[in-house]
C-alpha cells in the first residue's frame, strides 16, 4: 500500500506538473498574440479608406446609335481617382462595358483595357487588348465609330484632375503594338486621334 508521504508525493507531482502545463499555454498564447495583432493592422491597412461609390463624377460615354451612324453621348457615374489618367482609365473600362440606354456598344464586350498613359502636350496612349480588332466588324464605319467614341471619351474635360493634364489627342495600341497594324480597315491609326464633332448626335439621359 501507499503510504501517506508516498500519497503526499503523488499529489504534489500532479499538481506540479498541471502547473507547468498552465505555464507552458499561457507562453503559447503570448507569443502568438503579437502575430495576431499584426494580422489586424494588416487587415486594417487593406481595407478601403471609403465605401464603394463614394468619390463618383458624372462623365459622357460615347455610344453608337441603333442605325450605327454616328455617336450620342450616355452620361454614366464612374469612380473619380486622384489623377486624369486614372480617371481616363474608369471611362475607358465604363465605355468598353456597354451602355445602359438605347445605345449599341461600339466595341465587342470580351475587350479589355491593358493600359493607359500620358505623355507630354496632352497626348494618351490606350493599350487595348487584341479581342477588340477581332471582334469589330470590318468596315471604315464601324472602326471609326469605335476611334472616336473613345477619343471623344478621353477628350472630355469632365475627366480633368487637379494635375492640370488635359487631353487632347489619343493614340491607339493592341496587345502593345501599333493599333495600324490590327485593324483591317484603311483609317491611319499611325498617329495620334484627335476628336471629330461630326460624329456626335444629341446627348442621352444618365443611367
Known amino acids: 500500500m501507499i503510504s501517506a508521504w508516498g500519497f503526499i508525493t503523488l499529489v504534489l507531482l500532479v499538481v506540479l506538473f498541471l502547473l507547468i502545463n498552465?505555464?507552458?499555454?499561457?507562453?503559447?498564447?503570448?507569443?502568438?498574440s503579437p502575430s495576431t495583432a499584426m494580422q489586424n493592422r494588416v487587415a486594417a491597412?487593406?481595407?478601403p479608406s471609403r465605401p464603394a461609390g463614394e468619390n463618383e463624377q458624372v462623365v459622357r460615354l460615347y455610344f453608337a446609335l441603333a442605325d450605327a451612324s454616328a455617336l450620342a453621348p450616355e452620361e454614366r457615374a464612374v469612380a473619380?481617382?486622384?489623377?486624369?489618367?486614372?480617371?481616363?482609365?474608369?471611362?475607358?473600362e465604363a465605355l468598353l462595358a456597354?451602355?445602359?440606354?438605347?445605345?449599341?456598344?461600339?466595341?465587342?464586350?470580351?475587350?479589355?483595357?491593358?493600359?493607359?498613359?500620358?505623355?507630354?502636350?496632352g497626348r494618351l496612349i490606350v493599350d487595348l487588348s487584341r479581342e477588340v480588332a477581332q471582334g469589330l466588324p470590318r468596315s471604315t464605319a464601324a472602326e471609326s465609330l469605335f476611334i472616336q467614341s473613345i477619343v471623344h471619351t478621353l477628350t472630355q474635360p469632365q475627366l480633368?484632375?487637379?494635375?492640370?493634364?488635359?487631353?487632347?489627342?489619343?493614340?491607339?495600341?493592341?496587345?502593345?503594338?501599333?493599333?495600324?497594324n490590327s485593324f483591317a480597315s484603311h483609317l491611319d491609326l499611325s498617329d495620334f486621334i484627335t476628336p471629330d464633332p461630326a460624329w456626335v448626335r444629341a446627348a442621352q439621359p444618365a443611367a
Do not use: H, K, M
Open 45 to 47: 491597412t487593406a481595407s
Open 80 to 92: 473619380a481617382g486622384d489623377s486624369t489618367v486614372e480617371n481616363c482609365r474608369a471611362a475607358l
Open 160 to 180: 480633368r484632375t487637379a494635375d492640370g493634364l488635359r487631353i487632347n489627342s489619343v493614340r491607339f495600341l493592341i496587345e502593345g503594338f501599333p493599333a495600324a
Open 22 to 32: 498552465e505555464r507552458a499555454e499561457q507562453r503559447r498564447g503570448a507569443v502568438a
Open 98 to 121: 456597354g451602355p445602359r440606354s438605347e445605345l449599341t456598344p461600339v466595341a465587342p464586350s470580351t475587350a479589355s483595357v491593358r493600359a493607359v498613359y500620358a505623355l507630354d502636350g
